[in-house]
């Protein structure tokens, strides 16, 4: 077999065997196949798309390029969450330690922010002392003793997805249906998971813009999750507005922690207790959604929720004064507010260009590895659907230099928009 032939054969519409998909996947990983090559055939992926049985191939091959984690040494159901991305979506702060006191124990390995959409990493890391990089052993001891771990994805587990993931994001090749599906997938049945959900988010922050896309993925990811024997349930969430009201690392940790007191903003709480029930679900921790939903609220109530949060935080390393007194995680030097200039309704709060603010800000980054500022970010006060008066404040800015604070006011300029007819507001969940 030779890679150039299987380009070929990409290119010209054909449909790929298992035992091509698997060939390429092996050279890639060990390098025996060239950036160069995969990077025409993510192209050709991209351009030419492949059918189902394809992707789920794909999908089994790269998570079979490593290590496979096998937990059922540890817990009796091994389960896990993800979201494909957004703005603002700080969802898994709250909803593994919500699963994790309600007896549930929860094991993920979270990625960073790229480009517009954050990274649940970055964001844990705004606490000192915070460690992402547990080792296999430290990964599975936690989740025994605490039940409770959020570290990064370990390097030996889908490898040829970090490959491949890499080398899309700088080839135009990340929006695929086909290569995001197998590229999550892949690392979820690598780490162990006998239970998925996934939270698709749809809209203008999200990588699918419109519900049709958003759907075909969710029932790929489905689909590719029953072939591989794993339960996988996925939701589809409105990413068109920030979920919540902090976009940027510490103050999306604050706003985390504010919701695991009890408060936090409602559309925040709601996703999460949505996302948390059907968990609870899969795990076998509940029997349906609606008492699964009474145990996730108990546990935010009872500051069970929370004290897990505490647990996990001291377990990997981080300073767990910074839980209890989050007014010491980093704080900006300028925050300026920004406010209406008329009075209307709320039509659009602009997902993606508060994500890449965020990034301007210096709170994301450009390509991978380069160092991101904790304290930055947006508060942004109002949701699609709220009347707001002249004056009052839309947003605000926290940043830590002048020039960057005047580029993210001039990004934002039209993330808000405002009219003089009543609006309907966003939904939390569209299916
Ligand atoms: N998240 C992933 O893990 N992979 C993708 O391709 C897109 C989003």
Redesign the pocket.
Same mark, same amino acid.
């Given at each position: 077999m030779r890679a150039v032939d299987i380009i070929i054969k990409k290119r010209d519409r054909l449909e790929l065997s298992r035992e091509e998909i698997e060939f390429f996947v092996q050279g890639f990983t060990r390098g025996d196949i060239p950036d160069y090559q995969a990077a025409a055939w993510a192209m050709a992926v991209l351009l030419n798309g492949m059918t189902p049985r394809e992707t789920t191939d794909l999908t089994l091959a790269m998570a079979h390029s490593g290590a496979m984690l096998d937990l059922s040494d540890v817990v009796e159901r091994a389960v896990d969450k993800?979201s @494909?991305?957004g703005v603002g979506d700080k969802t898994t702060l709250v909803v593994l330690p919500v699963a994790a006191a309600c007896g549930l124990p929860v094991g993920k390995m979270s990625?960073r922010g790229l480009g517009f959409s954050g990274g649940t990493l970055d964001k844990m890391e705004s606490i000192p002392g915070y460690r992402c990089d547990l080792t296999t052993e430290e990964f599975k001891r936690q989740l025994k003793e605490v039940g409770l771990v959020l570290t990064g994805q370990s390097l030996d587990l889908a490898p040829a997805?970090g490959k491949l993931?890499a080398l899309?994001d700088v080839t135009g090749t990340?929006q695929s249906i086909p290569?995001?599906a197998s @590229?999550?997938m892949s690392?979820k049945i690598a780490a162990g998971a006998q239970a998925i959900v996934l939270d698709v988010k749809v809209g203008l922050g999200a990588?699918m813009q419109t519900l049709d896309e958003a759907r075909t993925l969710a029932t790929l990811m489905v689909d590719i999750g029953r072939l591989a024997g794993r339960e996988t349930v996925a939701l589809l969430s409105d990413m068109n507005q920030p979920l919540g009201r902090a976009v940027g690392n510490a103050l999306e940790v604050r706003e985390a922690i504010e919701t695991l007191r009890g408060g936090g903003p409602a559309d925040f709480g709601e996703h999460c207790l949505h996302v948390a029930a059907h968990l609870l679900v899969l795990g076998r921790r509940a029997a349906d959604l609606e008492s699964a939903r009474r145990a996730a609220e108990a546990a935010l109530a009872s500051g069970a929720a929370f004290e897990k949060f505490r647990a996990l935080v001291g377990a990997q390393g981080g300073d767990v004064s910074y839980v209890d007194e989050p007014e010491k995680l980093p704080r900006a030097r300028l925050v300026e507010v920004v406010e209406a200039e008329r009075s209307g309704y709320i039509f659009q709060v602009h997902a993606r260009l508060f994500g890449e603010a965020a990034a301007l800000l210096g709170g994301g980054r450009a390509k991978k590895g380069d160092p991101i500022d904790h304290a930055v970010g947006l508060m942004v006060h109002v949701k699609v659907g709220d009347y707001v008066e002249r004056g009052r404040p839309l947003y605000a800015i926290h940043a830590n230099d002048a020039a960057r604070l005047e580029e993210a006011r001039r990004h934002l300029q039209e993330a808000i928009g405002q009219s003089e007819a009543p609006v309907a507001p966003l939904p939390l969940f569209y299916e």
């Open positions: 993800h @494909s991305g990625g997805d993931y899309r990340v290569l995001i @590229s999550i690392k990588f």
